[in-house]
């Protein structure tokens, strides 16, 4: 040129005009029912013959070239079929609900697309670019265009628009592109492409940190129709998309846009749902930034944010290192703020659900004590409504998570005095319609009595007959007794009854109560007041159960240390109930050892001993005291009580001959008995009439003035006239 000067570059209208110059003429296809008539431009192409295969269900490509371009025709299906694959499947459904359409077809086909794709890939004038993004996001918002744009290569033309506008933060063709992705993601073919593309998710999550609120709904809209893939989440996780979105969240504290913030939070809670990504997630930074999030005041206002946030946390409390992490972080007072100032069931029941995944865990049982959550559990779940009514499904989490709670000791103390008994006792729970309740009331009660432990078999204290327990004394000053008694008295199925629903939760109640019993009996004081007729009454009931054999001689053998229970305690029942205790059928040493602790504790009552050597127990003690060398503690123990109680009974030796020579006079006439019967047996029913006509004739014609003695003489002479 003249002056050196050097030539002027093309602008950007011109560029895209001659892009636009070098595309073949394109006429917009007719629908499937109306024949597809060609263009001029089209009419004097050669016609490539078919060659096609009888089998073959698609036809091939066709190739056909021109002075202008080569063009390929995209693979249809024979005879107008339409092959339902899962993007063909998936774009029927999206064209359903495109608004304005009545006739679906592609806007432009495979040809049409590629100097757009080139344009993509090589163009570097900004402007050409930002319309080749401009026509990509057009065409895509076309559910009819999608196909072709898959097939053509568009996905990796949007992913070098976006890679290449990094350095110059053009928000024009950021948003073109991030639209396109959105839309081409919604096939499946394109899900996979891009999760296996090696830049398609750093690229994804290069888009989340733009601040251009557009781009921000796009991206979120393009990740959430990736975790439609099922091992999607997985991928997402393990390049950190996890802590990306949490990033995004935080960034969003300030923004109006709710809408985005909830769309947020339950891309979050996606991720967190799967199994496999929540032990991930608790090894990543992620979850002190997660607890960071409810310092932000604008949770108030947004309670359909902080609903999703706290669905997420109650998704990663379910994996242990998880809630440990979360603990860590003191997510637990925020989330007895929330509990305290919550204004829908919903979200109490929610926050009551995290709390109770903590306290599944053992080792967190104490941390959550330490933050003071009783308290607080205890005026949320007994929190009435107008009318005075409990909102029950509150208060079965709340008693749920105070039963894990008092596995504890050190949490005993706090829930007595903020008055968990109180509670019970009021609404009786342990009778409440729901199942849940009253297993969960009648199991506080239970760990409640077992404050103060069982000492070691044999005791050997002197002084525990003696003590008394605060904890104890102030239990029952709080209604404990009025529940144990009212669970006690629940009627109980006898071994021929038929079987009801609910016999064994009774039974399985009561056998957890008379545990309870015999931890409170270790008190001095309380033994006069347990000692009463419902507690009698299921110890009777519930001892054929061996599991609480061991529980319910023990209380009796309490019972028995106070001289004002020994009368009460000398009933037949209960004596029998002593014996088979100490009986050789019984084969618990533990059992042994109460039983006869219960008979020492009877025979130091004089008013006792006569009733004890006639029910033939110095027998059976005697069988016990043998073993008073054994070497084994409880043996021991158990010889020495037995052997101390045969010495209490021998105060009156003439009792204990009467006592063998009775017990051979019955088994004597127990045989007689039995021959007689059998004799009887074999009479003939006349036989047996005239019989007792005669003895009956024979009592009325008696002398009054007869004596006993001359009675006796008569019928042993007419007995031994008879055998002769």
Same mark, same amino acid.
Request: positive net charge.
């Given at each position: 040129?003249?002056?050196?000067? =050097?030539?002027?570059?093309?602008?950007?209208?011109?560029?895209?005009?001659?892009?636009?110059?070098?595309?073949?003429?394109?006429?917009?296809? *007719?629908?499937?029912?109306?024949?597809?008539?060609?263009?001029?431009?089209?009419?004097?192409?050669? /016609?490539?013959?078919?060659?096609? #295969?009888?089998?073959?269900?698609?036809?091939?490509?066709?190739?056909?070239? %021109? $002075?202008?371009?080569?063009?390929?025709?995209?693979?249809?299906?024979?005879? @107008?079929?339409?092959?339902?694959?899962?993007?063909?499947?998936?774009?029927?459904?999206?064209?359903?609900?495109?608004?304005?359409?009545?006739?679906?077809?592609?806007?432009?086909?495979?040809?049409?697309?590629?100097?757009?794709?080139?344009?993509?890939?090589?163009?570097?004038?900004?402007?050409?670019?930002?319309?080749?993004?401009?026509?990509?996001?057009?065409?895509?918002?076309? *559910?009819?265009?999608?196909?072709?744009?898959?097939? *053509?290569?568009?996905?990796?033309?949007?992913?070098?628009?976006?890679?290449?506008?990094?350095?110059?933060?053009?928000?024009?063709?950021?948003?073109?592109?991030?639209?396109?992705?959105?839309?081409?993601?919604?096939?499946?073919?394109?899900?996979?492409?891009?999760?296996?593309?090696?830049?398609?998710?750093?690229?994804?999550?290069?888009?989340?940190?733009?601040?251009?609120?557009?781009?921000?709904?796009?991206?979120?809209?393009?990740?959430?129709?990736?975790?439609?893939?099922?091992?999607?989440?997985?991928?997402?996780?393990?390049?950190?998309?996890?802590?990306?979105? &949490?990033?995004?969240?935080?960034?969003?504290?300030?923004?109006?846009?709710?809408?985005? $913030?909830?769309?947020?939070?339950?891309?979050?809670?996606?991720?967190?749902?799967?199994?496999?990504?929540?032990?991930?997630?608790?090894?990543?930074?992620?979850?002190?930034?997660?607890?960071?999030?409810?310092?932000?005041?604008?949770?108030?206002?947004?309670?359909?944010?902080?609903?999703?946030?706290?669905?997420?946390?109650?998704?990663?409390?379910?994996?242990?290192?998880?809630?440990?992490?979360?603990?860590?972080?003191?997510?637990?007072?925020?989330?007895?703020?929330?509990?305290?100032?919550?204004?829908?069931?919903?979200? #109490?029941?929610?926050?009551? %659900?995290?709390?109770?995944?903590?306290?599944?865990?053992?080792?967190?049982?104490?941390?959550?004590?330490?933050?003071?959550?009783?308290?607080?559990?205890?005026?949320?779940?007994?929190?009435?409504?107008?009318?005075?009514?409990?909102?029950?499904?509150?208060?079965?989490?709340?008693?749920?998570?105070?039963?894990?709670?008092?596995?504890?000791?050190?949490?005993?103390?706090?829930?007595?005095?903020? @008055?968990?008994?109180?509670?019970?006792? /009021?609404?009786?729970?342990?009778?409440?319609?729901?199942?849940?309740?009253?297993?969960?009331?009648? @199991?506080?009660?239970?760990?409640?009595?077992?404050?103060?432990?069982?000492?070691?078999?044999?005791?050997?204290?002197?002084?525990?007959?003696?003590?008394?327990?605060?904890?104890?004394?102030?239990?029952?000053?709080?209604?404990?007794?009025?529940?144990?008694?009212?669970?006690?008295?629940?009627?109980?199925?006898?071994?021929?009854?038929?079987?009801?629903?609910?016999?064994?939760?009774?039974?399985?109640?009561?056998?957890?109560?008379?545990?309870?019993?015999?931890?409170?009996?270790?008190?001095?004081?309380?033994?006069?007041?347990?000692?009463?007729?419902?507690?009698?009454?299921?110890?009777?009931?519930?001892?054929?159960? !061996?599991?609480? &054999?061991?529980?319910?001689? !023990?209380?009796?053998?309490?019972?028995?240390? $106070?001289?004002?229970?020994?009368? !009460?305690?000398?009933?037949?029942?209960?004596?029998?109930?002593?014996? =088979?205790?100490?009986?050789?059928?019984?084969?618990?040493?533990?059992?042994?050892?109460?039983?006869?602790? *219960?008979?020492?504790?009877? #025979?130091?009552?004089?008013?006792?001993?006569?009733?004890?050597?006639?029910?033939?127990?110095?027998?059976?003690?005697?069988?016990?005291?043998?073993?008073?060398?054994?070497?084994?503690?409880?043996?021991?123990?158990?010889?020495?009580?037995?052997?101390?109680?045969?010495?209490?009974?021998?105060?009156?030796?003439?009792?204990?001959?009467?006592?063998?020579?009775?017990?051979?006079?019955?088994?004597?006439?127990?045989?007689?008995?039995?021959?007689?019967?059998?004799?009887?047996?074999? /009479?003939?029913?006349?036989?047996?009439?005239?019989?007792?006509?005669?003895?009956?004739?024979?009592?009325?014609?008696?002398?009054?003035?007869?004596?006993?003695? %001359?009675?006796?003489?008569?019928?042993?002479? =007419?007995?031994?006239? %008879?055998?002769?």
């Amino acid at each position: 040129m003249p002056g050196g000067s =050097k030539p002027r570059p093309k602008t950007a209208h011109h560029a895209l005009k001659a892009a636009r110059a070098a595309l073949p003429a394109y006429t917009r296809p *007719a629908p499937p029912s109306m024949p597809t008539t060609l263009s001029k431009s089209h009419r004097h192409m050669a /016609q490539l013959p078919h060659c096609l #295969s009888p089998k073959s269900a698609f036809r091939k490509p066709t190739i056909v070239v %021109s $002075k202008h371009a080569v063009e390929m025709s995209i693979p249809r299906p024979k005879h @107008g079929e339409d092959p339902q694959t899962p993007d063909r499947s998936r774009i029927q459904r999206l064209a359903k609900h495109t608004p304005g359409q009545t006739i679906f077809h592609a806007d432009i086909d495979f040809d049409g697309l590629r100097p757009l794709i080139d344009i993509a890939y090589w163009s570097s004038f900004p402007d050409v670019r930002r319309d080749a993004a401009a026509a990509f996001c057009t065409l895509s918002k076309n *559910a009819a265009n999608l196909e072709v744009m898959a097939q *053509a290569g568009a996905l990796g033309a949007a992913l070098s628009l976006i890679a290449n506008t990094k350095a110059t933060m053009d928000l024009a063709i950021l948003r073109d592109a991030t639209d396109t992705l959105a839309e081409l993601v919604q096939l499946p073919s394109m899900q996979h492409k891009l999760l296996s593309a090696p830049t398609g998710i750093t690229t994804v999550f290069s888009i989340l940190r733009i601040a251009d609120v557009r781009v921000k709904r796009a991206a979120l809209k393009l990740v959430a129709h990736l975790l439609e893939v099922p091992d999607a989440s997985a991928q997402l996780v393990a390049h950190g998309g996890f802590l990306t979105l &949490l990033h995004f969240v935080q960034a969003l504290t300030c923004r109006k846009d709710r809408q985005l $913030k909830r769309t947020a939070a339950s891309l979050l809670l996606r991720l967190a749902t799967a199994e496999d990504n929540k032990a991930k997630i608790a090894e990543d930074d992620a979850i002190p930034q997660l607890c960071a999030l409810f310092q932000d005041p604008y949770l108030e206002v947004d309670a359909g944010f902080r609903k999703e946030l706290l669905d997420c946390i109650l998704a990663l409390s379910t994996e242990r290192h998880a809630a440990r992490r979360l603990l860590e972080c003191r997510i637990v007072p925020v989330l007895l703020f929330i509990l305290t100032t919550a204004k829908s069931l919903e979200l #109490s029941l929610v926050v009551l %659900s995290i709390l109770e995944q903590f306290s599944a865990d053992p080792r967190l049982a104490l941390p959550l004590v330490q933050h003071d959550v009783i308290p607080t559990l205890v005026t949320v779940g007994f929190a009435t409504d107008e009318s005075n009514a409990l909102y029950r499904p509150g208060m079965s989490k709340a008693l749920g998570i105070l039963l894990q709670l008092l596995k504890r000791e050190e949490a005993h103390a706090v829930a007595t005095d903020v @008055g968990i008994v109180d509670r019970i006792s /009021q609404y009786k729970l342990f009778m409440a319609p729901e199942r849940s309740v009253r297993n969960h009331s009648i @199991g506080i009660l239970v760990l409640l009595a077992k404050r103060v432990p069982l000492p070691k078999r044999p005791y050997d204290t002197p002084d525990r007959n003696a003590s008394s327990h605060a904890c104890h004394l102030e239990l029952i000053a709080r209604g404990y007794l009025h529940c144990a008694f009212a669970i006690l008295s629940r009627p109980t199925p006898g071994p021929k009854d038929a079987w009801r629903e609910g016999d064994d939760e009774a039974i399985h109640a009561k056998e957890l109560v008379l545990q309870a019993l015999s931890h409170l009996s270790e008190s001095d004081n309380v033994r006069l007041l347990l000692c009463k007729p419902p507690v009698l009454e299921a110890i009777l009931a519930i001892a054929r159960h !061996k599991l609480v &054999l061991g529980s319910c001689a !023990k209380l009796l053998a309490d019972l028995a240390t $106070k001289p004002d229970n020994v009368p !009460k305690l000398l009933e037949p029942r209960l004596q029998l109930f002593l014996l =088979k205790c100490i009986a050789p059928s019984c084969r618990d040493d533990d059992v042994r050892y109460e039983g006869a602790r *219960a008979f020492a504790a009877l #025979s130091r009552l004089e008013q006792a001993r006569e009733h004890l050597v006639a029910t033939g127990v110095v027998s059976f003690l005697q069988r016990l005291a043998k073993h008073v060398r054994c070497e084994i503690p409880l043996l021991r123990s158990t010889a020495l009580l037995a052997h101390a109680t045969v010495e209490c009974l021998k105060h009156d030796a003439a009792a204990l001959r009467i006592q063998s020579v009775m017990r051979n006079w019955r088994a004597k006439h127990a045989a007689a008995s039995v021959k007689e019967a059998a004799v009887t047996a074999l /009479q003939s029913p006349r036989r047996r009439r005239f019989q007792q006509l005669a003895l009956r004739a024979t009592r009325l014609v008696a002398a009054e003035h007869e004596t006993q003695a %001359s009675i006796q003489h008569r019928f042993l002479a =007419k007995s031994r006239s %008879s055998y002769h």
